[in-house]
């Protein structure tokens, strides 16, 4: 038996984003899988397979990672690997997983659906099919179409902790991604969220009683709420689907980036929802982790991650590890002195979502605020690291009291060093306590408005004062006749000029930025540093 693993992630509608230069970790993770278990398969980009679809023909079976905002992209590679191989059977996983029954009546084209974390499901249904008789409807969490009903085994399955650090993903990056060398490669180091906080939503579909079990009840209560409302922020589906935050063993990461580098990455994201929740689970093991805020961070745990990566680091002297997403409440002097020790450079987000903190508590299920987002970028600043801070707009009971303090919480960020602000538009997702409630623009469209054009102004400013004139190091992509550069220690975009040979894509350049906006940069080629 032979399988393909597509990585459709954040394909969209079917190109991938010319400004987009990530690997996501699930599709390696189900490769990884595969391989382990001593099956013949290779892990193929989404634009590989585009660019080839006979390669199809080789498979038994074709599966397909993919995000719920990529239907596009799924429906193009569901056409191509019919008409090239009629018989081949398609799987689909990946975040889209959680919409089985939509996308299994939308494409007749799907065999099965691993529905959430594929780990337990896929090695259920390696089995049966490796059996004389199998049984696929053994298998949990896999969902497929019987006559016409869609049939789902049982809910998703959680991962447990040990396996997560059992599994060992795919690597062969150089066979996967064309100018693989120029990816971020997110590593998972934690699945799952803290936060089962929940919004105390009182409307047509929930009515919560006001228990605060949620808040404070102990750990492995908080699972459950009475009124039904999902864990987390309102907006957010992490802790619905993926439950509480796991973390994986130090050495499993280890030897993940390791194969990686071997392999050709440079640029490695130890990605999860909150990187301080590494190791906080253990604190309160054999309780899940549903606080978000309490206990305070697992400061050896990390320094034991740091240490083990940065032996690996002085190995191999040109990685650059960065962490991605990370909660204001858990930053301390003991954190930012850690984060800044390893990570000193590199770019951290924060949510922030508004700067409104009871907003935030009550009506978004997150206890964190503008106070709190202050002193951390002022500790992360201090040490070394550049904040990146999410607001959003359009969310579900924003007043205009909510906007007005968003609004003046950029004008108190600006001061403080942050280098870049992200404003995210509401959009209901499914599973998420919002879920049922349509984005609010026009009751505060001047409001919104005001916002868009301060963060417009800001990130423009920014970049204006701290970025036009610098020269900075970038791994070149060349795509439709154009040069893109991903800055080595992350950073906008830089749309290069003045390349006249089109063969330096995956080589790493220093250029000069010479234009700005607020999104993007403008800079020109000086000379290749590497190839
Ligand atoms: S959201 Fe929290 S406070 Fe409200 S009913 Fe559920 S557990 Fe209780």
Same mark, same amino acid.
């Given at each position: 038996m032979k399988f393909i693993v597509i990585d459709?992630?954040? !394909? +969209?509608?079917g190109e991938r984003y010319s400004t987009y230069d990530v690997v996501g970790a699930g599709p390696r993770i189900v490769a990884g899988i595969l391989y382990e278990k001593g099956f013949k398969v290779d892990l193929k980009a989404y634009e590989v397979v585009l660019g080839e679809?006979?390669?199809?023909?080789? &498979?038994?079976y074709i599966l397909i990672s993919a995000m719920s905002q990529d239907k596009g992209a799924l429906k193009r590679i569901i056409k191509l690997a019919k008409k090239n191989n009629p018989r081949g059977k398609i799987i689909v996983g990946g975040p889209?997983?959680?919409?089985y029954e939509d996308i299994l009546r939308e494409h007749d084209?799907?065999?099965?659906i691993i529905v959430g974390e594929a780990e337990i499901p896929l090695t259920r249904f390696l089995e049966e099919i490796s059996s004389?008789?199998? !049984?696929?409807?053994?298998?949990?969490s896999i969902a497929f179409r019987n006559g016409n009903d869609v049939i789902l085994t049982s809910p998703p399955v959680h991962t447990p902790r040990k396996i997560l650090s059992l599994i060992k993903p795919w690597f062969f990056i150089e066979n996967s &991604?064309?100018?693989?060398?120029?990816y971020r490669y997110y590593v998972e180091v934690v699945r799952g969220c803290s936060n089962f906080y929940r919004p105390l939503l009182s409307d047509d579909k929930y009515k919560c009683i006001k228990c605060m079990v949620c808040r404070n009840a102990p750990l492995k209560h908080r699972l459950k709420c009475p009124a039904n409302i999902p864990p987390g922020? /309102?907006?957010?589906?992490v802790p619905n689907l993926f439950g509480p935050a796991r973390t994986r063993s130090p050495n499993s990461i280890v030897e993940e980036i390791n194969d990686l580098v071997k392999h050709g990455a440079r640029r490695i994201v130890l990605s +999860?929802?909150?990187?301080?929740? &590494? /190791?906080?689970?253990l604190l309160v093991s054999p309780n899940?982790?549903?606080?978000?805020?309490?206990? +305070?961070?697992n400061i050896e745990y990390i320094q034991e991650l740091f240490e083990a990566i940065n032996d690996l680091r002085l190995k191999y002297n040109n990685v650059v590890i960065m962490i991605e997403n990370i909660k204001a409440?858990?930053?301390?002097e003991e954190v930012a002195k850690l984060l800044g020790k390893y990570l000193s450079g590199t770019t951290i987000h924060i949510g922030l979502?508004?700067?409104?903190y009871n907003y935030n508590l009550?009506?978004?299920?997150?206890?964190? =605020?503008l106070k709190d987002v202050v002193k951390a970028v002022k500790l992360l600043r201090k040490n070394g690291l550049r904040p990146y801070i999410y607001l959003m707009y =359009?969310?579900? &009971?924003?007043?205009k009291k909510t906007y007005l303090k968003t609004i003046k919480s950029i004008n108190i960020l600006s001061r403080l060093g942050v280098e870049k602000i992200t404003l995210y538009k509401f959009t209901p997702l499914p599973h998420? +306590?919002?879920?049922h409630i349509a984005p609010e623009i026009e009751k505060h469209k001047e409001l919104i408005n005001k916002l868009k054009y301060l963060v417009n102004k800001f990130n423009y400013n920014y970049k204006k004062k701290f970025l036009l004139g610098k020269r900075i190091i970038v791994f070149l992509l060349f795509s439709k006749g154009k040069y893109y550069g991903y800055p080595l220690y992350h950073g906008p975009t830089v749309f290069v000029k003045?390349?006249?040979?089109?063969?330096?894509?995956g080589c790493l350049a220093e250029v000069e930025i010479y234009d700005v906006a607020a999104r993007f940069v403008w800079g020109r080629f000086i000379r290749i540093v590497e190839c």
């Amino acid at each position: 038996m032979k399988f393909i693993v597509i990585d459709a992630l954040a !394909r +969209a509608s079917g190109e991938r984003y010319s400004t987009y230069d990530v690997v996501g970790a699930g599709p390696r993770i189900v490769a990884g899988i595969l391989y382990e278990k001593g099956f013949k398969v290779d892990l193929k980009a989404y634009e590989v397979v585009l660019g080839e679809p006979s390669i199809l023909k080789k &498979y038994d079976y074709i599966l397909i990672s993919a995000m719920s905002q990529d239907k596009g992209a799924l429906k193009r590679i569901i056409k191509l690997a019919k008409k090239n191989n009629p018989r081949g059977k398609i799987i689909v996983g990946g975040p889209i997983s959680f919409e089985y029954e939509d996308i299994l009546r939308e494409h007749d084209g799907i065999d099965y659906i691993i529905v959430g974390e594929a780990e337990i499901p896929l090695t259920r249904f390696l089995e049966e099919i490796s059996s004389s008789n199998p !049984r696929i409807e053994k298998v949990p969490s896999i969902a497929f179409r019987n006559g016409n009903d869609v049939i789902l085994t049982s809910p998703p399955v959680h991962t447990p902790r040990k396996i997560l650090s059992l599994i060992k993903p795919w690597f062969f990056i150089e066979n996967s &991604y064309p100018n693989h060398k120029i990816y971020r490669y997110y590593v998972e180091v934690v699945r799952g969220c803290s936060n089962f906080y929940r919004p105390l939503l009182s409307d047509d579909k929930y009515k919560c009683i006001k228990c605060m079990v949620c808040r404070n009840a102990p750990l492995k209560h908080r699972l459950k709420c009475p009124a039904n409302i999902p864990p987390g922020c /309102g907006f957010c589906s992490v802790p619905n689907l993926f439950g509480p935050a796991r973390t994986r063993s130090p050495n499993s990461i280890v030897e993940e980036i390791n194969d990686l580098v071997k392999h050709g990455a440079r640029r490695i994201v130890l990605s +999860a929802p909150d990187f301080l929740d &590494y /190791g906080r689970d253990l604190l309160v093991s054999p309780n899940p982790l549903t606080d978000p805020c309490e206990p +305070a961070p697992n400061i050896e745990y990390i320094q034991e991650l740091f240490e083990a990566i940065n032996d690996l680091r002085l190995k191999y002297n040109n990685v650059v590890i960065m962490i991605e997403n990370i909660k204001a409440c858990l930053v301390n002097e003991e954190v930012a002195k850690l984060l800044g020790k390893y990570l000193s450079g590199t770019t951290i987000h924060i949510g922030l979502e508004t700067g409104d903190y009871n907003y935030n508590l009550n009506v978004l299920g997150k206890p964190i =605020g503008l106070k709190d987002v202050v002193k951390a970028v002022k500790l992360l600043r201090k040490n070394g690291l550049r904040p990146y801070i999410y607001l959003m707009y =359009g969310l579900p &009971y924003m007043s205009k009291k909510t906007y007005l303090k968003t609004i003046k919480s950029i004008n108190i960020l600006s001061r403080l060093g942050v280098e870049k602000i992200t404003l995210y538009k509401f959009t209901p997702l499914p599973h998420t +306590a919002f879920e049922h409630i349509a984005p609010e623009i026009e009751k505060h469209k001047e409001l919104i408005n005001k916002l868009k054009y301060l963060v417009n102004k800001f990130n423009y400013n920014y970049k204006k004062k701290f970025l036009l004139g610098k020269r900075i190091i970038v791994f070149l992509l060349f795509s439709k006749g154009k040069y893109y550069g991903y800055p080595l220690y992350h950073g906008p975009t830089v749309f290069v000029k003045g390349i006249k040979s089109p063969h330096f894509s995956g080589c790493l350049a220093e250029v000069e930025i010479y234009d700005v906006a607020a999104r993007f940069v403008w800079g020109r080629f000086i000379r290749i540093v590497e190839c």
